[in-house]
């Protein structure tokens, strides 16, 4: 088909299917769906939040509880320091915050395209769209966290400096860390069915492995680089050290080694997503 | 593309790939180990390559389409007919780019639009107004498009007053008549529309025909697949027949509407057995076996020494098992080296609507001499065995047992 062929040639658009194909125009035919994107985003959120007072009070009673339960255990019960002399519970909450943005992200997203299989059955859009449009939701509860952060530090007379313009940069950071695993984990649960309940189980394990109920500097610093290979210990790292200001402070050799990581996690999630993505609606 | 062909689909083929579990139960420990890393590492490989995984030791090949050629120009309505399993929905599916063909390729020109179900993605939790929206996108329009239609989708559907009302609060009719008002608003050059008009009262429906008489007047293609003939000859101009995954027929719809209702009578293979010449099922009362109505399997072999033979039934769309028996099982003893006829009766049979297949195995002197897959096809018709006007959902499995209340 020679495009010069018709004068319309132009106005009309030319679809070509065929065995491989929906791959090569891949980033171009995201973009083009990026309206439907942002609505099924929309959708997440709006259902999510319908029912406001359940929406919203969980979004608020979950962290809370959890920084209770984390500064008496780890706080008072074990005494382990805080991060530069910022309160306990400010410290808590500052981790927990790219925490959940991160464990939402992983449970929302695996789920995604399970839940929506209805969509994936009956009409075409890159399907990268689906788990991706689930981190709104995430971002909307992290917001509704960062509110209880800010009243906290608020009473706790903790102030921010002028490390917290790179803020949105860690909150970049802590999507694209949890886009990979979350995307690795999708495919999974595509083909195992009952890979859904290990995801809760990743979650729950790498809470306490995570650098959430207590600060990353009570790791002995030979071990830091090793505690890095969890790409969240960076992430909440940079939290706090953009958020609490004072005396916190990153490891930057695991930071960047996390950075690193996030990268080819990412790149290994898209990767492993698309190369199933095509097979999605055989599947469902 | 030459002329004003908009849709050019060459040697289209589809496979799907079908697991068997042929190896015997593992009976150790270790075995089943063996067995279960050699399964997880094969789809370990079959993922990371893209590959589609499939369970069970053994793999084989279904084409649910096959060198699928045609051409469709503009302003055509065409429709595609064929029966249940006929590759029609796989069509669609390519055609709608929900799944990739196995070879060959299409070639689309304008913007598509598919409807293969009314009311995609509605979301039961959202409002009359906010599923319009998602809906519209879903369906490809974008939110400007779908602003400045608003109005008319309302007043199409009629539902004003509950337009702010959640649609989990809506009749059913409410719901269906909203989400066909957005999709009858779609203004794509080619529309591809499966068959969602079975849904609705008829008064709604045709109503639904009007508007696709419209989208078909103003210069739009569109393939219609439906089991409506009256649809069919009402709406298309050309139809294409498809059957067992292949093109059977494309030309006018008088000529298809009569080759499809005269394929109803075939409902045997001609075997290029030797020594089972013919094999079909045939309805005892009627000429289609309906649900819960008697059916025959009709046999006939050659001299074989102590034949045995055995069916396997089979759903025909997956192959899925439904029941299979063998003389053996049933006490039959067919007389040694001599050509007959044979006459297996299925009483009452349980099966619900649709096609089946029918392997069937011959073995003489206990050695299995002749296995034919899908020897016989045959379809089981829709009845109303419970009385109560509703017919139990052909997807629902592929069996319907005798069901009573025993306490209240």
């Known amino acids: 088909m020679p495009a010069g062929a018709e004068p319309d040639a132009a106005a009309d658009r030319l679809t070509v299917i065929a065995p491989g194909l929906a791959a090569r125009n891949y980033w171009r035919d995201l973009w083009h769906y990026r309206e439907l994107f942002a609505i099924l985003a929309w959708r997440d959120v709006t259902v999510r939040y319908k029912q406001t007072v359940v929406g919203v009070l969980w979004a608020l009673v979950r962290p809370l509880l959890t920084m209770i339960v984390f500064t008496v255990v780890f706080g008072r019960l074990a005494g382990l320091p805080s991060d530069g002399g910022v309160p306990y519970p400010v410290m808590v909450m500052a981790g927990m915050l790219p925490w959940f943005l991160f464990s939402t992200i992983l449970g929302s997203a695996s789920n995604s395209i399970v839940s929506n299989g209805n969509l994936i059955s009956k009409v075409y859009f890159p399907r990268l769209i689906v788990p991706l449009s689930a981190c709104a939701v995430a971002l909307v509860d992290s917001a509704i966290t ?139 | 593309m030459a002329g004003d062909v908009v849709i050019r689909a060459e040697g289209l083929g589809k496979k799907y790939l079908i697991g068997h579990q042929t190896e015997a139960r593992a009976t150790t420990l270790r075995e089943a180990l063996g067995r279960s890393a050699r399964g997880l590492a094969r789809s370990a490989g079959a993922m990371m390559k893209g590959r589609p995984l499939v369970a ?64 995609t993605g509605f979301h039961p939790e959202l409002t009359g107004r906010e599923n319009i929206f998602l809906n519209g996108a879903i369906l490809g329009m974008t939110r400007a498009e779908i602003r400045r239609k608003f109005d008319e989708i309302v007043d199409f559907a009629g539902i004003e007053k509950f337009l702010d009302t959640p649609v989990k609060r809506y009749s059913s009719g409410m719901y269906v008549r909203l989400a066909f008002a957005v999709a009858a608003h779609l203004e794509p050059e080619i529309l591809i529309v499966d068959e969602v008009l079975a849904v609705g009262d008829a008064e709604f429906q045709k109503k639904c025909l009007g508007k696709m008489q419209d989208v078909a007047g103003h210069g739009r293609t569109v393939l219609f697949v439906s089991h409506n003939m009256a649809a069919i000859d009402g709406l298309c101009d050309r139809a294409i027949i498809l059957t067992l995954g292949k093109i059977r027929y494309i030309g006018s719809k008088t000529k298809a509407i009569e080759l499809l209702r005269s394929d109803v009578d075939e409902k045997s293979i001609k075997l290029s057995s030797s020594r089972i010449r013919r094999a079909e099922v045939q309805s005892v009362v009627g000429e289609t076996p309906i649900m819960g109505g008697d059916f025959r399997i009709w046999v006939e072999l050659t001299d074989v020494d102590e034949p045995h033979l055995g069916f396997q039934f089979r759903r025909r769309w997956d192959q899925m098992p439904v029941f299979g028996f063998n003389t053996e099982m049933i006490g039959y003893k067919a007389p040694s080296n001599e050509p007959r006829a044979v006459i297996f009766e299925v009483s009452r049979t349980p099966l619900l609507a649709g096609e089946y297949s029918v392997d069937i195995s011959l073995r003489s002197n206990g050695d299995l001499v002749e296995k034919i897959d899908s020897a016989i096809l045959f379809e089981i018709i829709e009845s109303d065995v419970y009385g109560t006007g509703r017919i139990p959902f052909a997807h629902s499995g592929s069996i319907f047992p005798t069901i009573s209340v025993v306490s209240e």
């Open chain 1, 146 to 284: 960062f509110v209880l952060l800010v009243g906290l530090m608020l009473s706790y007379g903790v102030a921010p400096d002028w490390r917290i313009v790179f803020l949105p940069g860690f909150v970049l950071l802590a999507v694209l860390a949890s886009v990979g695993p979350a995307l690795i984990l999708t495919a999974l649960n595509i083909r195992y069915r009952d890979f859904g309940f290990i995801v809760p189980f990743i979650i729950q394990f790498g809470m306490y492995v995570s650098p959430v109920g207590f600060s990353s500097a009570v790791v002995p610093e030979e071990w830091r680089l090793l505690y890095s290979i969890n790409p969240v210990v960076g992430v909440i790292d940079g939290f706090r050290w953009s958020l609490l200001g004072g005396d916190t402070a990153i490891h930057w050799p695991g930071f960047a080694l996390g950075c690193l990581l996030v990268l080819a996690l990412l790149w290994a999630g898209i990767r492993t997503f698309r190369a199933t993505e095509r097979t999605f609606a055989d599947l469902i």
């Open chain 2, 56 to 119: 069970g030791d053994a793999v084989e090949e279904f084409w649910a389409l096959k060198d699928v050629s045609f051409e469709v120009k503009r302003g055509e309505v065409v429709g595609v007919i064929g029966r249940n399993g006929a590759g029609k929905s796989t069509l669609l599916k390519i055609l709608s780019r929900i799944t990739e063909p196995t070879e060959g390729r299409v070639a689309i020109k304008g913007r598509v639009a598919s409807l293969l179900e009314v009311g």
